[in-house]
């Protein structure tokens, strides 16, 4: 759990200093998953909010006198790792190390590569314990037992004495047979975005994808069947990049300013510390895209009751998606004419959920890669006219009914125009230290772009419709667009 720690560590409040003596020292964690070779002889249980009474007795007095084992003295995979997390919390990293093999590998899926041997991590948990406040604890809901090589449990994090939001996981530890000492982990910690059934829609929608890569993988290839995509730097992906990040930096994880004052550029939480109000606000808002559930009720349908979300959130929100949703036919025209080969019904779809967030890294990609598909590939074929018609058609009935919900509709949450004008004002606030809602703000600059990629892609594709006024409705936010695809 100390890469966790370490991610935990950009993520308290101001003020605590990690140079406390230590005043709790807790048991700590990880899963266990029993090996084949017992897993038919030995028998897992589990003990809720597992310590043993030698942790009790230390807690309790301050400072603790803690008998150091090395690990060679008893080979029990849990009593190895809850000692190992015993010096860990009172920040005796060489007590620690006692408890770890030369060979370890230790997997944190938060890190794209494991750390191995020793000595890497050792500089882990020193960086862990350098951040580390003294009132942090790991804390043990579950523990799985039947195997002295390997340990597993379920945990949170709890501060000052109050949990942690986002910070829960599981972790699996297994020990050397020969040396006694912890030989391998591997940490998994919660997500903070939490995307319910919207996850089991992007799978669908990736896995053809994946089956089909997985499956040119396996594949013996030969030279005529192997496609090299020769992508070029250029100033426009360089630039589309960097927007890219700084979109990424600035809007979803940018620190806030309750954790970090000096370094809060807006306010309102950040992904990897979103608060539970900021995840309910969202979903609920996702459960009433495009209003179907909303209207469902209002004609007497019931099936599903729609949360309640401010209608000037909720009219916000859809607007957005619906100009996210008219996009599609122009990245399908750029893509084809430009000769781009990186698939855009898979990126546009990612996109209707996280907006810009794919968009801009996309359009670095694309502008790396023009001409490098052929004419004839089947990918990335323009809709057709009456599949952009509809786009169209639907793009502006949603849009219609965004501004309709904005202004006017359920009047008993949203009052009078005053006070929605009021509501809105708050949530676009920019004050870091304020009350504003990064989601609104970052919606509202993702309309700001979606109209720049209006303005650009309109103009790029102006000769595939002559006989629309493209040089005037590519001006005209949305409704030009719908109207130029209808």
């Known amino acids: 759990m100390a890469?966790?720690?370490?991610?935990?560590?950009?993520?308290?409040?101001?003020?605590?200093?990690?140079?406390?003596?230590?005043?709790?020292?807790?048991?700590?964690?990880?899963?266990?998953?029993?090996?084949?070779?017992?897993?038919?002889?030995?028998t897992s249980f589990f003990r809720t909010r597992a310590s043993s009474p030698q942790e009790a007795s230390t807690s309790a007095s301050e400072p603790s006198a803690i008998t150091t084992t090395t690990a060679s003295d008893d080979d029990d995979a849990e009593?190895?790792?809850?000692?190992?997390?015993?010096?860990?919390n009172e920040r005796d990293v060489n007590a620690a190390m006692e408890c770890v093999d030369d060979d370890i590998v230790y997997e944190d899926l938060n890190f794209p590569t494991p750390f191995q041997g020793a000595d890497a991590v050792r500089k882990l948990f020193e960086e862990s314990c350098d951040g580390i406040p003294a009132d942090l604890d790991f804390v043990i809901d579950e523990c799985t037992?039947?195997?002295p090589l390997c340990v597993g449990m379920t945990w949170h994090v709890e501060l000052g004495g109050k949990t942690f939001p986002n910070a829960r996981g599981c972790s699996f530890y297994r020990i050397s047979p020969t040396t006694g000492r912890l030989v391998y982990a591997r940490d998994i910690v919660e997500n903070p975005t939490k995307l319910g059934s919207t996850a089991f829609a992007i799978m669908r929608a990736v896995l053809p994808l994946v089956r089909k890569q997985i499956g040119a993988a396996d594949a013996p290839s030969t030279e005529s069947d192997v496609k090299?995509?020769?992508?070029?730097?250029?100033?426009?992906?360089?630039?589309?990049?960097?927007?890219?990040a700084a979109y990424w930096y600035i809007l979803l994880l940018s620190p806030p300013f309750s954790m970090m004052p000096s370094a809060a550029l807006l306010p309102g939480e950040p992904m990897w510390a979103v608060a539970p109000d900021t995840l309910s606000?969202?979903?609920?808002?996702?459960?009433?895209?495009?209003?179907?559930?909303?209207?469902?009720n209002n004609l007497g349908i019931n099936f599903m009751q729609a949360p309640d979300v401010h209608p000037v959130s909720l009219g916000f929100f859809n607007a957005c998606?619906?100009?996210?949703?008219?996009?599609?036919?122009?990245?399908?025209?750029?893509?084809?004419?430009?000769?781009?080969?990186?698939?855009?019904?898979?990126?546009?779809?990612?996109?209707?959920?996280?907006?810009n967030a794919i968009l801009l890294p996309y359009f670095a990609v694309a502008k790396s890669e023009e001409g490098t598909a052929s004419s004839d590939d089947g990918s990335n074929a323009p809709l057709s006219p009456a599949a952009e018609r509809a786009f169209g058609i639907g793009g502006l009935a949603v849009g219609a009914l965004s501004v309709y919900w904005t202004l006017a509709a359920n009047p008993e949450l949203g009052g009078s125009l005053a006070d929605r004008a009021s509501y809105w004002s708050s949530l676009v606030a920019l004050d870091p230290s304020g009350g504003g809602s990064r989601v609104t703000i970052a919606f509202l600059v993702d309309a700001a772009l979606f109209y720049a990629w209006q303005v650009w892609l309109m103009g790029e594709l102006a000769d595939e419709k002559p006989e629309k006024q493209t040089s005037v409705l590519r001006f005209v936010p949305f409704a030009g667009l719908a109207l130029w695809l209808l």
Do not use: C, H
């Not at 090299?228 to 890219?244: D, K, Y």
């Open 281 to 296: 606000e969202v979903v609920a808002e996702s459960t009433d895209f495009f209003f179907v559930l909303p209207l469902l």
């Open 145 to 147: 037992s039947g195997d």
């Open 79 to 88: 009593k190895v790792v809850r000692r190992m997390y015993r010096k860990i």
């Open 228 to 244: 090299n995509i020769e992508r070029t730097i250029t100033p426009a992906a360089v630039a589309f990049g960097l927007a890219g």
């Open 321 to 355: 998606e619906a100009y996210a949703l008219l996009l599609l036919p122009l990245l399908l025209r750029q893509a084809k004419k430009r000769g781009t080969s990186t698939n855009v019904l898979p990126v546009w779809s990612a996109a209707m959920f996280l907006t």
């Open 3 to 42: 890469p966790v720690a370490r991610t935990l560590r950009a993520r308290l409040p101001r003020g605590y200093s990690s140079r406390q003596p230590a005043t709790r020292v807790v048991a700590t964690l990880a899963p266990k998953f029993l090996p084949a070779s017992v897993r038919s002889s030995a």
